[in-house]
Nanobody, 119 residues
């Protein structure tokens, strides 16, 4: 059974940092790309960052230079280091397997982790 467990969110002031973690299970982790997505109330999940099986990364324009995605295949984990946080980064953050910039397991979102950035 596919499962994603996200953690690491919290309340920070603008300019602060957080490191999110996601542990995946029920997925052939090392052979798949993964992404971090975020969602605000009433909106669809927005892709934030993707990391390929080979470690290549890509980011949505609004987080380039501030966020860094990484992975640890031995731990079946994906991370998102978020620096210079802005109030507009406030959202619930999720991870999922990614293909072409889209989440694969849309019926298996985790509980997410809330990130709140105060101005």
């Amino acid at each position: 059974q596919v499962q994603f467990v996200e953690s690491g969110g919290g309340l920070v002031q603008a300019g602060g940092s957080l490191r999110l973690s996601c542990v995946a299970s029920g997925v052939d982790f090392s052979n798949n790309h993964f992404g971090w997505y975020r969602q605000t109330p009433g909106q669809q999940h927005e892709l934030v960052a993707v990391i390929t099986t080979g470690g290549l990364t890509s980011y949505t324009d609004s987080v380039k230079g501030r966020f860094t995605i990484s992975r640890d295949n031995a731990e079946s984990s994906v991370y998102l280091q978020m620096n210079s946080l802005k109030p507009e980064d406030t959202a619930v953050y999720y991870c999922n397997r990614d293909i072409g910039g889209r989440p694969v397991y849309i019926g298996h979102w985790g509980q997410g982790t809330q990130v709140t950035v105060s101005s």
